[in-house]
C-alpha cells in the first residue's frame, strides 16, 4: 500500500492555493501539464504504454488492445472544480494505479488487456462543459464548439490546447479509442452521505440523475451609481435576485437541485450601475421533467432565454455489472454492497451513455462534502477502496 | 481651442478596452503612469512647475505658491472606473490646460499663482476607497489603513505604489501642499440630467449628498452543486438575494439611491456552492439619516455587519464663491449659470470639507449617462465649459 501514500503525496502539492488550501486544477494549464507529466511517469514506472486520443485524454496500457483487445479500464481524472479538494478525481487516478500494483504483486496476471485512464477536462471549470474529455472522446460534444469555447479571460479550448501541446485540429468521436474498451470503471469519492447511512466503506453506483448547465445572461445599461435616479435604472442585478430565489423555490417545488455558484458581473465597479450581469445554473434531480420544469421557471423569473451549455440525460449504468461488483465489493461483509444513485455528472456517465459496459465504486465521504477544500476521505476508506478496486479487477479481467 | 481638441486625441486610446470600448485607468498602474507622464509632458511644455505630494497628486504651478500663495488651482483626475467613459476626470484636467492656454493668448496674467492638480486614485476602482488621493493629502485617509488596502489580486495600495515608483511611507496629511492652495475649482461633466432640464451647457455646484460604501461578506460553506440537498446547504446566496432587493426597497422608501455594483464569489465555479459571496453596497442621498436608515435594513437583510470602507457627510461648497461664479459663468446668458447638487462624490468635495474654499462647474451631459462607456458631452459644450473655466479664473486670479 506503501505506493499508494507515496503517490498521494507527490500530487498533493500540484495546483494548491496557499491562502485557501484548495486545488485549481484547470484544462490545458501548466498546472495540468504537471499533472498529465505525472501521470506519464507513474505508467513509465509500471512498463504500461501511454497513448495520448484525439480528444487528450491518457491512456496507460498494460497488453495490446488493439490485438488482444477490447480490454478493462479503471481511471478518472486528475483536473478539479475552483478551490476543490484533494479526492474528487485522483483518488481514483491513484486507486488505480496501486489496484495494478497490489494484483501485481499478487502475481496475478489479467486475460485481457488492463488500460489506466486520465480523462482530460471533467469538471469543465475552465470553458464550462463538464466531461469536456468524453463528450469529445465519445461525440456529444461538437469539435467546433468545443475549439470555440471560451474560459474568462477569452482563450479558447483550440488555443489553450495549442499552449498546451495539443492540437485541436483533430478533436471528434475517436473510434480507434472506443474500440480498445470493452469496459470502463470508475472508483470516486462519494459527494453525498449514502454511504454514511449505510455504514459501508465502499458502495456501487446505480445511475447519474439527468444533469446540466445554463448560462443567463442578464442585461442592463451601465450607470452611475450616485447621480442615476432608481426609476431611470435597468439594473440587471435585479433580475439575479429572481434569478437566484426561484431556482430554489422552483427546486424544492420540484424534488430537484438548483444552484447559481457562478457569477460576471461587468463592469463590476462599486459605484457603476452594472451593464451586464451572467449567473450559471446548474439543475438536476432524479426526474428530466423535475429539472426541465426549474429551469423554465428560473428563465422567465430573469426575463432571458438560457444558454444551455450542456445536458446529460439520466444514465442507469449496467445492471449485471453493477450486480457483480456489489457482490464481489461485499464479499469480505458477507453481503452485497449498497447501490446508490448519485447527482453529479462522471466520465462514466458519457460512456455508459455511448454504450461502453460501465460501472463506478464510490468511497465513503464523512461529511459528505465536495467541491470543497473540506472534501474528505479516511485512509482506511481509502485503502478499502483499493482492495475493492484490485478484486474489481480480477473479476473482470 | 485646437489645444483642447489635440489633448483630448492623446489621451483618447489610453486605457480604452478594445471589445467594450470603456476606460480601465485603475490607480498605480501601467496605464495610471501613462496618463501621469501625459500630465508631465502638457505641464513642462507650459512652462509649469511640477510637484508630487505626499499622496501621489500631481500639480503644475505657475508662479511661486510658496512666496506668493496660497494660489487657485483648477484640475480633477484622470482615473476611471471600470469600463468608464473618456470625461469623468478627463475633461476637467484638459480643461484647465485648455483655459490656461486660452487666458495666456488673450495675455491675462494672474495675480496669485495659479496651479493645474491632476488627483490620484479618485474613483477608488481599485483598491476600494474613493477620493484617496484627496482623502490622504487632507489626512482624512489614515496612513496605515491605506497602506494596507488591497486590490482584487491581494496586492496593498504600498506595493501598488511602491511599483510606480511613489514611496508610501511618505503618506499622511500634507500640510505643506495644503497651504499654497487658496481656492480649488473644479470642472466636471455632469453625472445627471440637471442641465438638459434647465437647458444650460454649464452650471455650478450648490452640494454633494452624503455618500458612502460598505462591504458586506456574506459566508456560507462551499459544496457540490449536484450532490448536496436543499436543507443542507449554507448557501451565500440567498443572503445576497435579500441584500440586493432590500437596498431597491429600502432606498426607495428613504428617497435615496442604493446599488449592488460589484461582486466577488468564491470559488466562483458553476458545480460549486459558494463559500463567500462579497457585496459592495453604495448608498447615497439628500439626508444623511435616510442614507444610514438604507444600509441597517440592507446589513439586516443580509445578516452580516457591513464594513463602511468610506463614508463623506453632505458637502455645502463656500456660498460666496459658488454665487459669484455663477454670475461670471451666466454673464454671456445675461442671468446667473443654473445651481444645483450631485449625488456624485469629487476630490472638491474632499477638499471643501477640508476647509478649502471650493466650487465645481458641470458642463451638460445629454443622457446623463456617467460610468459608462457610453458617457458623452458635445464638443460646443465642452468650449463652453472651457470658456467658463478661463472666465472663472480670470475673475478669481
Redesign the interface.
Known sequence: MSSFGSMWADLEPVGRHSS?G?YRRFAWTAVDATLREWFRGEAERRGLDLVTDRAGNLWAWSGNPDADGPGLVVGSHLDS????GAFDGPLGVVSAFAALDELRARGFVPDRPLGIACFADE???RF?V?CAGSRLLTGVLDPDRARALTDDDGTTMAEAMATAGHDAAVLGRDEETLRRVGTFLELHVE??RGLVDTGDPVGVASSI?P?G?WRLDLRG??????????A?RD?P??A??GA??VA?AS??RHGS?A?????R???????????EVTA?L?A?GPSEDGVRSVVAEVAEAAGTVPAE?SWTSSTDFDAGLRDRLAAVVGEGAGMPAPVLP????HDAGILSAAGVETAMLFVRNPT???????EHAEPADCLAGVDALARAIEALA
Open positions: 485557501t484548495g472544480v475552483p478551490d476543490g469538471e469543465g471549470a464550462g463538464a459527494q453525498g440523475w444533469h448547465r445599461r451601465a450607470d452611475h451609481a450616485g447621480t442615476t435616479r432608481l431611470d439594473d442585478m435585479l439575479l435576485v437566484i430565489s430554489r427546486a424544492e437541485l444552484t447559481v455558484g457562478k457569477l458581473v461587468r463592469p463590476n465597479g462599486v459605484n457603476a450601475i452594472p451593464s450559471w446548474d438536476r451549455e448519485t447527482g453529479a455528472g459528505g462534502v465536495s467541491h470543497s477544500p473540506a
